[in-house]
């Protein structure tokens, strides 16, 4: 059971552009949301968070989005740059002690 | 500032053979993770720690222990390997809540 899902394996945006990664949750008791950025041969690296009582959380270039009617949240990067290039994963947690992640989606930045 | 550190980086076993990767931390966290990471599954919990001398099971602890005797310690047993359990294993760990894990660059496994 995915209780968090996402559906895009790999996404690819122009250099400058926005990119836009999507995350979708069935759990309703989900009260965090986080998203992770990963290189290869590395560790994932916290990114950004949201809590539930929010629906937007901006980071320098980086912003989360959370609808909890639709139970989807999304990242987006603007402007997009070649660093940005790695996986990013989501993840969820209800005031307990665990994260529950996503699948990830590869990001690759066109230069 | 190390930290969290995987020992080893890179392993290949024969099944049925046994093994303990070490996770250290140097960040003096409560909470620490194992996690393995499979080809389209993410990330999964195999098991974690709240506190020192504490352990509970994840998502998939079948086939793995822990032990955590020391705060900075965390290790992950495999007692008999078998090919299902090569994978890239991560460390993690945060100082409270959950929110926020620092990893381990990892240790990728391989059984034959």
């Known amino acids: 059971d995915q209780q968090v899902k996402q559906n895009s394996p790999s996404l690819s945006v122009q250099e400058g552009r926005i990119s836009i990664l999507n995350c979708d949750y069935t759990?309703?008791?989900?009260?965090?949301f986080l998203w992770y950025k990963k290189y290869p041969a590395e560790g994932p690296t916290f990114l950004i968070s949201i809590s539930s009582i929010k629906d937007k959380n901006e980071d320098g270039r980086f912003t989360v989005f959370l609808n909890k009617s639709a139970k989807h949240l999304s990242l987006h990067i603007v402007p997009s740059q070649p660093g940005d290039s790695a996986v990013y994963f989501c993840?969820?947690?209800?005031?307990?002690?665990?994260?529950?992640f996503g699948t990830g989606t590869r990001l690759t930045i066109i230069p | 500032n190390a930290g969290v550190t995987q020992t080893p980086k890179f392993r290949v076993l024969k099944t049925g053979q046994s093994m303990t990767l070490l996770c250290a931390q140097d960040m003096n966290h409560e909470y620490m993770y194992w996690y393995r990471q499979d080809p389209g599954m993410g990330l999964r919990l195999i098991h974690y720690s709240v506190g020192e001398g504490t352990t509970a099971k994840g998502e998939v602890p079948d086939g793995y222990n822990v032990s955590r005797l020391k705060k900075q310690n965390f290790l992950l047993g495999l007692e008999s390997a078998a090919p299902s359990q090569t994978s890239v294993y991560f460390c993690?760990?945060?100082?409270?809540?959950?929110?926020?894990?620092?990893f381990g660059a990892g240790t990728r496994l391989s059984v034959l």
């Open positions: 993690a760990s945060s100082y409270r809540e959950p929110h926020i894990q620092y």
């Open positions: 993840a969820a947690t209800f005031g307990n002690e665990k994260l529950t």
């Open positions: 759990n309703s008791m989900f009260d965090y």
